[in-house]
């Protein structure tokens, strides 16, 4: 087994990582390792009795100089019009005394007619299944035993569009797509350093699915992407359909509702990533990249803070941290004053909250629950409604219901305010899994607080802060550079610095090169 494996990894010097890995899977998982035979007709049957049933799969037959040649493919995968006028009307061109009988003729023919292809020659039986299922149109012919796969994969996919999840008002405005080759020239357009490095996996037993590893290979610690590198190999699903269902096997733990890695679909933020000495991971079909290790602080930051002039990028950073902090403890500080403390609130705004409420018929705890609950049912309506809807009923649901509450003494409105301004301040953080975080915890501290008040809310804000400082991102402490405090990083937390005093990468990746401009200069 190895010395076929030795074989199939020196035969074509062109084949990527990730297809020597995905032929190494296919023989650990029994599949046949038969020679393609110099028989035609052997290679058809065994072709179609692989592929029987399936409507999509098509077998041609032609002449191709004195021989008899057979192509095969799937429909749905393959751009029709190259193989007819790429493969199909070539080969007719063929001279009619050309007779191939070795594989070094073939060779010869692959370099003659199709040289401009990505194009593989194939000797066993699995590679054909593979390469027909990749969108490659196989040709056998007759007396050769071996088959010439050439890519005619469609190329049918979402146009570059403006990213709709993590807008910003001055900055580039495209984001990636679902085609994973886009989205590489998408990070190289703007990262155009040789040291730019790309890797590539196969992960998902049955779906196969390509993922691709970058760094920067002078910048990125080595031992951190070679445990990124082990992790991803390691992975044992049976599919993977986005980049979710990979951030979630390779995080630290799971035992937490804090993102341990970075999602994004804007390639200046990852270009900047890589640029700080991270590593990502791109997975085909998902138009959203991970980036590692990640920190508690990345996520109050946006890329358009370093587009716009410090001050008013160190206001606006200033303003999500106020608004995390409001959404997390806003509606336990409620329950807290009103129902425990009540010398902490001042007198008449102690007797507006109490009339305000003298016709509820619930607790604190229990009217503040039943809008939270009630705007979380409308939040998850207008994102699973159709579009054209979907903020129109949201909008419109909010404000009818919350209305008709108020006038039927179901609440106060003093409570509208304070829901409606967690809300608001939830929307603020500028990923959505880290605003999802803040949504979950936010109820533990209202549960907690209504039990003992404002000391509840406390003892949760420190397990919280405990949680946070033991938690590690690819073996960077989590809650860096604040915990342990790291002096050197502390000019892009909760402020950010002009650009002439943050010239230097985060201590914490522990990358090869600290200083950003010595890193540029080495390069040129």
């Known amino acids: 087994m190895s010395i076929y494996r030795k074989l199939v990894k020196s035969r074509i010097k062109t084949r990527s990582k990730s297809q020597v890995q995905t032929l ?78 070795t594989r070094g003729q073939l060779d010869q023919l692959y370099k003659k007619y199709f040289s401009s292809h990505e194009c593989y020659l194939i000797e066993h039986e699995h590679e054909v299944v593979w390469y027909v299922l990749l969108g490659y149109a196989v040709i056998f012919l007759e007396g050769l035993p071996c088959a010439l796969a050439i890519n005619v994969v469609t190329t049918q996919e979402r146009d570059i569009s403006i990213s709709e999840t993590q807008t910003i008002v001055r900055g580039p405005q495209h984001s990636f797509t679902e085609s994973i080759n886009t989205n590489v020239s998408l990070i190289r357009r703007t990262v155009k350093n040789p040291s730019l490095k ?15 590893l ?28 986005d980049s979710g269902n990979l951030e979630e096997i390779i995080s630290d733990t799971t035992l937490t509702p804090f993102p341990l890695t970075y999602h994004t679909d804007r390639p200046d933020t990852i270009s900047s990533h890589l640029i700080d000495g991270k590593f990502i991971l791109l997975v085909d079909g998902s138009p959203y990249v991970i980036s590692a290790p990640v920190v508690f602080v990345d996520f109050f930051q946006v890329s358009e803070d370093y587009y716009q ?56 705890v229990l009217e ?70 803040v949504r979950l915890l936010r109820f533990g501290l209202i549960f907690i607080t209504a039990a003992l008040g404002m000391f509840g809310t406390l003892v949760g804000l420190l397990a919280i802060l405990l949680h946070l400082i033991s938690l590690r991102s690819f073996g960077v402490p989590y809650f860096a550079p604040l915990g342990p405090f790291i002096i050197e990083d502390q000019k892009d937390v909760f402020v950010r610095f002009p650009f002439q005093k943050t010239n230097s990468r985060p201590t914490y990746l522990k990358t090869s090169s600290v200083n950003k401009s010595s890193s540029k200069e080495s390069e040129g």
Do not use: W
């Not at 970058?214 to 993977?240: C, F, H, P, Q, W």
């Open 309 to 364: 002039k410090y001050m008013m990028s160190s206001f606006i950073r200033l303003i999500r941290y106020i608004s995390f902090f409001l959404a997390l403890c806003l509606p336990a500080i409620y329950i807290a004053l009103t129902t425990f403390h009540h010398g902490l609130i001042p007198t008449d705004l102690l007797i507006s909250i109490q009339a305000q409420r003298e016709g509820v018929p619930f607790p604190a």
């Open 198 to 212: 790309f890797e590539s996996f196969t992960v998902g037993t049955e779906t196969k699915t390509t993922v691709y």
């Open 214 to 241: 970058g760094y920067i290979k002078n910048i990125a610690n080595s031992d951190l992407v070679n445990e990124a590198r082990r992790r991803v190999a390691e992975t044992n699903i049976n599919a993977i359909y």
């Open 24 to 101: 190494d899977e296919l023989l650990e998982r029994g599949h046949s390792q038969r020679v393609i035979s110099k028989y035609l007709k052997l290679n058809k049957n065994q072709v179609q009795s692989v592929f029987e049933g399936n409507f999509d799969f098509l077998m041609e037959e032609m002449k191709v100089g004195q021989q008899v040649a057979a192509i095969v493919y799937l429909r749905t995968m393959v751009d029709l019009n190259m193989v007819a006028k790429q493969i199909t009307e070539t080969l007719a061109e063929i001279e009619d005394e050309m007779v191939l009988e």
């Open 368 to 437: 503040l629950l039943l809008m939270e609950i009630t705007f979380e049912i409308l939040r998850e309506a207008g994102v699973r409604m159709p579009r054209v809807v979907g903020q129109t009923v949201s909008i419109v649901g909010a404000l009818v219901i919350g209305q008709a509450a108020v006038e039927a003494g179901v609440v106060s409105n003093f409570l509208v305010i304070i829901v409606a301004l967690t809300a608001m301040a939830g929307f603020v953080s500028p990923i959505y899994s880290f605003a999802n975080t």
